[in-house]
């Protein structure tokens, strides 16, 4: 489990960066922010397109944002999203977190926010995806990957 002080600096950093989300087609913006090992944070919205397929989940802009940097191994992602019910990352999202608890090591922890801030859930990759595919199954080697450079 990660601190309480690290989880409400998640929460207020997710809610932050939904407002920058790029929604043209939906106008519904999530916001994402990932806690690394050492404690850095790296956010992420969603960005849409036009075009059918081009577009990014927050969770997913911020794990690409993470890894541009350099940082690989992650404690925790928190996903403020734009309703008042439950809502959970989508399938891709979670088969990509999935890959990095495979790298990290680390069952990643992961706290939804309704769209008043409040948190719904508090869960982890592994109650949610309990049994998937990565680079273990496929046989892939990510031993670099597990030097954290963050």
Do not use: W
Request: glycine share 6%; with cysteine.
């Amino acid at each position: 489990m990660i601190s309480k002080s690290d989880e409400k600096k998640l929460i207020k950093s997710a809610i932050e960066t939904q407002k920058f989300a790029y929604v043209p087609v939906s106008k519904v913006g999530v916001g994402a922010s990932l806690l690394t090992k050492e404690g850095h944070i790296y956010n992420g919205c969603n960005v849409q397109s036009v075009i059918s397929g081009l577009g990014i989940c927050a969770e997913q802009c911020a794990i690409h944002n993470a890894v541009a940097h350099g940082a690989y191994n992650f404690k925790a992602i928190c996903v403020a999203f734009p309703s008042l019910h439950s809502t959970r990352p989508c399938g891709s999202c979670l088969q990509l977190i999935h890959e990095f608890k495979e790298v990290s090591n680390y069952d990643i922890q992961i706290i939804c926010l309704n769209k008043n801030g409040k948190v719904v859930e508090r869960t982890s990759i592994s109650k949610l995806l309990p049994k998937s595919y990565g680079p273990v199954e496929s046989h892939k080697n990510i031993s670099k990957y597990k030097k954290n450079l963050d």
